[in-house]
């Protein structure tokens, strides 16, 4: 599905975004560009950053912003992670708010941070 919305849009299917894709489709976490360049074989930094670039200009790809690094993650709409403070870990949260018919304004993105203590943490 998101490889038929890159040819849509005009764009190659190349090895390294088809590589990204991949990770991004079977990661339960948002992650920054370097730790998908970490985990991810035979692809440079630069690519990463390109091709997230390109995934979140054609709608398939978020990015939140969480403690000053971005991360990013594979959804058609966007919505909110919610973050332990001590463990890291992170839970999807829907978004309800729609801002797509604000005059004079397109492509409009919010971003919305959320932590706590997570039910392993608490105890």
């Known amino acids: 599905m998101f490889e038929q919305t890159v040819k849509q849009a005009g764009y190659k299917m190349t090895r390294p975004r088809r590589v990204i ?3 991004l489709s079977e ?3 948002p992650g920054s560009a370097q730790e998908i ?11 990463v950053y390109r091709a997230l670039a390109l995934f979140e200009e054609i709608g398939i790809v978020q990015r939140e ?3 000053g690094t971005a991360r990013y993650y594979l959804a058609n709409s966007q919505h909110h992670h919610i973050t332990c403070t001590k463990c890291g870990c992170s839970q999807c949260v829907p978004c309800r708010h ?3 018919s604000i005059k004079g304004f397109k492509n409009i993105n919010h971003q ?10 608490v105890k």
């Open 21 to 23: 894709l991949d990770f």
């Open 65 to 67: 912003d969480v403690a």
């Open 98 to 100: 729609q801002f797509k």
């Open 37 to 47: 360049h970490e985990r991810v074989s035979g692809i440079d930094l630069v690519s």
């Open 112 to 121: 919305l941070t959320l932590t706590g203590l997570c039910s392993k943490c």
């Open 27 to 29: 990661s339960h976490h």
